[in-house]
């Protein structure tokens, strides 16, 4: 069983930064990788970027591989996707979810956060 809450979500400006955490607990989440999605009102879940969690590699959405960095910290159990350069269109929920693949579909997740609000105005 893992464990994910999210937290630092909010309202932003146009341009502006952000740094999602998603704090992760349970027996042998080592062996997972970690993701982040979002949803916007009417849209699917669209992913993001996971993180490995034992070894750090990554992988990015194409959408968002410029702007958003995922990272993790071992000695806090926290995952990070910060985000530079918001746009209004990145105004969604923003979930992390873990799994043992390392896939981009929300569907092959078995663990989720309860998501996270970002609005990014404009």
């Known amino acids: 069983q893992v464990q994910l809450v999210e937290s630092g979500g909010g309202l932003v400006q146009a341009g502006d930064s952000l740094r999602l955490s998603c704090a992760v607990s349970?027996?042998?989440?080592?062996?997972?990788?970690i993701a982040w999605f979002r949803q916007a009102p009417g849209k699917e879940r669209e992913f993001l970027a996971v993180i490995r969690w034992g070894g750090g590699s990554t992988y990015y959405a194409d959408s968002v591989k410029a702007r958003f960095t995922v990272s993790r910290d071992n000695a806090k159990n926290t995952m990070y996707l910060q985000m530079t350069s918001l746009k209004p269109e990145d105004t969604a929920v923003y979930y992390c979810?873990?799994?043992?693949?390392?896939?981009?579909?929300?569907?092959?997740?078995?663990?989720w956060g309860q998501g996270t609000q970002v609005t990014v105005s404009s």
């Open positions: 349970g027996r042998t989440f080592s062996d997972y990788a």
């Open positions: 979810a873990a799994d043992t693949g390392y896939g981009t579909s929300s569907y092959e997740y078995d663990y």
